[in-house]
């Protein structure tokens, strides 16, 4: 299980380059909107021994700390993201942190991307999809087209409902960064025409102006999970880099 510091890195991403993270959640815990089958930081059930959140302050001395220290050291920086051990919109902060984040990365680093990596859980919420809207590089997710199929792969809390979640994601008119895990389970396979044509659909409502997809690249929590091949992704995706999407996919 990864357990991340309110500032991390940074580190290499092999989708956003070298990548200083900001965690807003328990630095020995995990809080998250869901619970995937995927995911690096393990079941939210392990990760109950930590609640404390960190405030606005505490992200912004940390975050101020790190960049002098890298700008010091000439440590290249492409993009300072959001994301550590859950969902990063839940720290009720979210909208004060990313704007005193805008504001460092003007100072020390203004050639770096601000990037959120977020379930998409929270953007029906005005403050939150105000704050996302600001940052270079929203990234939101949707791995499944319908509300059972998600059950399957992300285990939402209850309330969850992918039809709130396309029409938030709307307002963004096609400004933001769409990325799903392609993955096998027992019950779930990203590339049968339930999940694939279904999540094509959304993606041509949508139109982002990038869509990120990968696949597992790290131990899960549930076991058995089988990955794709790059070659495999770009022929399932096929129809859409036809009709012009840009997609970017890591094995």
């Not at 959001?82 to 504001?103: A, K, V, Y």
């Not at 199929?149 to 938030?168: C, F, M, S, W």
């Not at 549930?222 to 495999?232: I, P």
Request: net charge neutral.
């Amino acid at each position: 299980m990864i357990r991340e510091e309110v500032v991390f890195g940074p580190i290499h991403s092999r989708r956003l380059g070298s990548s200083l993270g900001i965690n807003l959640l328990p630095e020995k815990g995990k809080i998250c909107s869901f619970d995937c089958i995927y995911c690096e930081c393990g079941w939210n059930k392990d990760g109950h021994g930590d609640t404390k959140l960190p405030t606005a302050a505490e992200v912004r001395n940390a975050l101020e700390t790190k960049l002098k220290q890298c700008k010091a050291n000439q440590v290249p920086i492409d993009s300072i993201t959001f994301s550590g051990d859950g969902e990063p919109t839940l720290n009720p902060d979210f909208p004060q942190i990313s704007d005193d984040t805008l504001r460092l990365r003007d100072q020390y680093y203004p050639a770096s991307k601000v990037t959120v990596l977020s379930n998409s859980t929270r953007v029906h919420i005005p403050q939150v999809f105000n704050a996302l809207r600001k940052v270079d590089n929203p990234t939101m997710k949707i791995d499944a087209p319908t509300n059972a199929l998600a059950e399957k792969i992300n285990h939402p809390t209850p309330g969850y409902d992918i039809h709130r979640v396309v029409e938030a994601l709307k307002q963004f008119n096609g400004d933001f960064i769409l990325q799903t895990m392609f993955l096998k389970s027992k019950d779930f396979d990203s590339s049968s025409p339930e999940v694939l044509n279904g999540w094509m659909d959304i993606v041509r409502t949508l139109r982002p102006r990038e869509i990120m997809v990968y696949t597992i690249d790290r131990p899960t929590p549930e076991e058995g999970l089988q990955k794709f091949t790059v070659e495999e992704m770009k022929a399932l995706v096929k129809p859409l880099l036809n009709e012009g999407f840009m997609i970017q996919i890591k094995g």
